[in-house]
Antibody, heavy 120, light 109 residues
Framework: EVQLVESGGGVVQSGGSLRLSCAAS????????MSWVRQSPGKGLEWVSA????????FYADPVRGRFTIFRDNSRNTVDLQLNTLRVEDTAVYYC?????????????WGQGTLVTVSS | SYVLTQPPSVSVAPGQTAVLTCGAG??????VHWYQQKPGQAPVLIIY???NRSLGVPERFSASKSENTATLTISRVEDGDEADYYC????????????FGGGTKLTVL
């Protein structure tokens, strides 16, 4: 059974940093690309970042490019998201999601999310 | 930029059919995926590559696509179908490669 467990959320002041982590199990981690998707309170889903299975390519949404960095450790089956220069509008639940590939592939498994609150 | 347009809300009585739409230019050329998110829970992939149901998704859920509209149809709606539904496509020329619609809240009356 695929399991994705996020951690690292919390309250941080505007301009601060936070590192989120997602621990994966139940599948061959290196074979799958991983994404982070966020959801602001009462709002819809917004894709944030993705990384290929080998970790050799990364992708970012425009609102976070240059501030967020995605990493993965295939020896530990984890994918992290480093959040820097945080803004109030980054407040959201951040979900880790497993993808079948880069391109027209769905996000087929999701974690339960971790809440990031950025205060002004 | 490419935008997926979903009606904010749809209401339907139990046992009736709910039709949820996802509109965008030339969506016919893209693979559309649908996610269901129940209150307080993470999203779940329910339809992938336009028409394929994920494992465990009832046959009451079906999907189709035309030139500019993807449609999720839920037949014989049950109370447990009340949720937010999101369509999603890959759009390389967008500022978000994995692009989601704004979501539709399905209310079962």
């Amino acid at each position: 059974e695929v399991q994705l467990v996020e951690s690292g959320g919390g309250v941080v002041q505007s301009g601060g940093s936070l590192r989120l982590s997602c621990a994966a199990s139940g599948f061959i981690f290196t074979k799958y690309d991983m994404s982070w998707v966020r959801q602001s309170p009462g709002k819809g889903l917004e894709w944030v970042s993705a990384i290929t299975g080998r970790g050799d390519r990364t992708f970012y949404a425009d609102p976070v490019r240059g501030r967020f960095t995605i990493f993965r450790d295939n020896s530990r089956n984890t994918v992290d998201l480093q959040l820097n220069t945080l803004r109030v509008e980054d407040t959201a639940v951040y979900y880790c999601a497993k993808g079948a590939g880069i391109g027209s592939y769905p996000l087929d498994s999701w974690g339960q999310g971790t809440l990031v609150t950025v205060s002004s | 930029s490419y935008v997926l347009t979903q009606p904010p809300s749809v209401s339907v009585a139990p046992g009736q059919t709910a039709v949820l739409t996802c509109g965008a230019g030339n969506i016919r050329t893209k693979s559309v995926h649908w996610y269901q998110q129940k209150p307080g829970q993470a999203p779940v992939l329910i339809i992938y590559y336009d028409t394929n149901r994920s494992l465990g998704v009832p046959e009451r859920f079906s999907a189709s696509k035309s030139e500019n509209t993807a449609t999720l149809t839920i037949s014989r709606v049950e109370d447990g179908d009340e949720a937010d539904y999101y369509c999603q496509v890959w759009e390389q020329d967008s500022d978000h490669f994995w692009l989601f619609g704004g979501g539709t809240k399905l209310t079962v009356l």
